[in-house]
Each structure stands twice: as structure tokens, then as C-alpha cells.
């Protein structure tokens, strides 16, 4: 196939071509699936460019699309409208795609988070420097405020970076990183061997 850049139309581009071709392809002719590919080829990408907003993963989700359609031409109905068809099922895989790609990061970031022993940024010098006084404290964190406090103070990540890379809410992501400092300040006070946990002055801990 050749790259994904748009041609100019040329006099017949149009519905009643692309239906001829595709009743060329759906027998198994090569050379109308190139002429096809070559009419429709920049719509096709569009629609997947435009959920993906990722040029290099639209062409690869463009060239599904046209293996998909050669791999199962023998069974399609070739009355049906072609364009409306191939950006139909270009957007189908690059929604796919897409959901793909964010529970792969929110994997990679649960990784990184949740095996902590092995997580290379959380052993840097100047990371555990930081964060020493803390360290039993962080490790009693539920997981929710562990990826937040992770995201935000290992990694760096904006609080609009992190509700993408966890896939909640930018007010989510605030009200959890705030939970989550409040948590650690309450763990680091210093208590008095004189309030037992279960005692009438106990702390209260949120």
C-alpha cells in the first residue's frame, strides 16, 4: 500500500465508482482494491486521526482497516456505500484502539505504583532523600492515593497528566491528592505514649 496522503480527485471519484470497485474487490481483483484504497485512503485516515489525535497509530489503525476489508471482501455486500462503510469501520478500531491504549498506560502506571520494591524512580537517591521520613507512612496508603502521590511527586505529572493517565476525573484527581496528604501529615504526627489508639483521647484519623 502507499502512504496515507491524500490525492486529488480525479473526474468519476465518487459513490458510483467506489461501488464498482468494491464489486471488483468483493471478486478478489487487487488492482481494484490499489484504486480503492487510493480513493478512499484519506477519508479513512481522517476518521481514525481524529479519535486517535495520533498521526503514526491512525495510519496503522488506516491499514487494518484496508487488510480487514481484502480479508473479508468474498463476504461483503457490495451494494452497500463504500466510504460510509470503510470510515465506519475505521472508527470502530480506532475507538478500540484508543480504550486499548489507556489501559495499557493505566497498567503500566498500576505497575509502577503497586510493585514499588522494583520501580526504579522510587529507588533513586534523591527520591528516597525526599521521602524517607515518610516511607512507612506511604507504604500503609491504599492504592488510590498511592498512584496519585506517585504520579504526582516521583513522575512529575500535572494534575490534569494524571486524571488522563488514570482515567478519572480532574476533580477526582484533586480531591484524592488532597485525601492523600492529609493522610501522610495525620500518619506523621508525633503521639504521646500516654493516648493509647483505643483510649478516650485518641486521634482521630481519617
Same mark, same amino acid.
Given at each position: ?75 461483503? =455486500? ?47 537517591? =534523591? ?16 492504592? #488510590? ?16 497528566? #494524571?486524571?488522563?493517565?488514570?482515567? #478519572? ?12 496528604? #492529609? ?11 500516654? =493516648?493509647?489508639? =483505643? ?8
Amino acid at each position: 500500500m502507499s502512504t496515507m496522503t491524500g490525492k486529488r480527485r480525479e473526474p468519476g471519484d465518487g459513490p458510483a465508482r467506489s461501488a464498482a470497485l468494491l464489486l471488483r474487490v468483493c471478486a478478489g481483483d487487487r488492482t481494484a482494491f490499489r484504486q480503492l484504497y487510493s480513493l478512499t485512503a484519506s477519508r479513512v485516515l481522517s476518521v481514525a486521526d481524529a479519535v486517535l489525535d495520533d498521526r503514526a497509530a491512525a495510519e496503522e489503525v488506516a491499514q487494518e482497516v484496508y487488510l480487514e476489508l481484502w480479508r473479508t471482501a468474498r463476504s461483503l =455486500d457490495p451494494g452497500r456505500p463504500v466510504l460510509a462503510f470503510l470510515a465506519q469501520v475505521a472508527h470502530r478500531r480506532a475507538v478500540d484502539r484508543a480504550r486499548a491504549d489507556r489501559s495499557a498506560r493505566r497498567r503500566e502506571v498500576q505497575y509502577t505504583v503497586l510493585d514499588r520494591p522494583r520501580d526504579h524512580e522510587w529507588e533513586r537517591s =534523591d527520591v528516597r532523600l525526599a521521602l524517607a521520613p515518610a516511607a512507612g507512612a506511604i507504604r500503609q496508603l491504599a492504592a #488510590i492515593h498511592h498512584d496519585v502521590l506517585y504520579l504526582a511527586y516521583v513522575r512529575g505529572y500535572s494534575h490534569s497528566e #494524571i486524571a488522563e493517565e488514570l482515567s #478519572i476525573p480532574l476533580g477526582t484527581v484533586k480531591t484524592r491528592l488532597r485525601d492523600t496528604l #492529609i493522610r501522610l501529615h495525620t500518619q506523621l504526627q508525633p503521639r504521646s505514649p500516654a =493516648d493509647p489508639d =483505643d483510649g478516650p483521647g485518641r486521634r482521630i484519623r481519617r
